[in-house]
C-alpha cells in the first residue's frame, strides 16, 4: 500500500491538529508511529507494552502540542516525549535497578567488521542486558544523550551512568565475541 501524502508542509498539518482536525492528527500519527515504535522498542522488550508505551507518548503528544514551538525538529520532539513515556513505563513495572558499583571508564571501541550480526540480533542482545545498563546504553549510543542528560533524566548520578554504560558496552562486547568464538571455531 502507497502512502500518499495529503499534506506537504508538515507545519500546516501540526496547526490543524492542534485545531483538533482527527484526520490531521492521524496524518500525523501515520507519519511518525513506526519509527516512534522502534524507539520504544529500544527500551521496552516486549512489543506490547511497547506498543502501549508509544500509544501513550501520542496521547501525551496530542495534548501537550501546542508547547511545540517549532525550534528544532517536530519528530524530535516526539522522540523525547516516547524516550520519557519508555522510561516511566519501566519505572510503573519496577523493571529499572541501576548497578552501585563504580568502573572507571575507558575508551573502548568496537571493530565492526569483527562480527556480521543482523540488526534484529543486535537488539535481542541489547534486550539481555539488566534493564539498567540497556536503558543508559540506549539513551547514549542510540540517542545520543551525553551522561549529565541521562543522570537528570534518570534521577541518577552522572558517574553511575557512565558506569552503566561501560558495563553495558563490555558485556556486549563479551556477548559478540562468543558469538564469533561459536560461529567462526577462533578466539
Known amino acids: 500500500m502507497k502512502v500518499i501524502q ?3 508542509n508538515e507545519a500546516k498539518l501540526i496547526k490543524k491538529a492542534i485545531d483538533n482536525n482527527r484526520e490531521a492528527q492521524r496524518v ?4 511518525h508511529a513506526p519509527k516512534m515504535l522502534s524507539v520504544c522498542r529500544y ?12 500509544l501513550n507518548g501520542f496521547l501525551k503528544v496530542f495534548s501537550n502540542l501546542k508547547s511545540f514551538k517549532s525550534q528544532g525538529s517536530f519528530e524530535g520532539w516526539i522522540r523525547r516525549i516516547m524516550v520519557r513515556e519508555s522510561i516511566s513505563f519501566l519505572r510503573k513495572k519496577k523493571q529499572i535497578e541501576f548497578s552501585s558499583d563504580t568502573i572507571e571508564s575507558h575508551n573502548t571501541t568496537y571493530d565492526s567488521s569483527q562480527t556480521d550480526l543482523d540488526v534484529e540480533h543486535i537488539q535481542k542482545l ?17 540517542e545520543g544523550y551525553k551522561h549529565k542528560e541521562i543522570a537528570n533524566m534518570l534521577g541518577i548520578n552522572e558517574g553511575t551512568s557512565k558506569s552503566q554504560l561501560f558495563k553495558a558496552r563490555q558485556l556486549l562486547q563479551e556477548q559478540i565475541k562468543t558469538i564469533n568464538t561459536s560461529s567462526y571455531g577462533t578466539n
Not at 28 to 31: G, K, P, S, T, W
Not at 43 to 54: L, P
Request: charged share 25%; glycine share 2%; net charge negative.
Open 28 to 31: 500525523l500519527y501515520e507519519l
Open 43 to 54: 527500551y521496552i522488550k516486549d512489543m506490547q507494552h511497547a506498543e502501549e508505551a508509544m
Open 6 to 8: 495529503l499534506y506537504k
Open 126 to 142: 541489547i534486550d539481555a542486558l539488566p534493564e539498567g545498563y540497556k536503558i543508559v546504553f540506549v539513551m547514549y549510543a542510540i
